[in-house]
């Protein structure tokens, strides 16, 4: 899972900006994160709200990016 911090934090490679944060219930600026981790779904408390779908193709093409980088530096 990619995670979302906030946009004021230090750039990350493949950092994607959430560019409708009021759909995705967000209070600041906010990026998503391509830092793959795996969480319990018992910490997921309730559902804020959703990525615009642009934000979505942009976020699914940073996966594809990364899983590529990965696939790369695997060779």
Known sequence: MAM????????WPLDVPITDSVLAGLPA?????????????????????????IDKKTTSRSLV???DISAKNQA
Request: net charge positive; no cysteine; proline share 6%.
């Open 4 to 11: 979302i911090t906030s946009a004021k934090n230090l750039p």
């Open 29 to 53: 600026p906010s990026v998503v994160r391509m830092k793959l981790f795996t969480l319990d779904h018992r910490f997921i408390l309730a559902k804020r709200g959703m990525l615009a779908d």
């Open 65 to 67: 990016a990364l899983f």
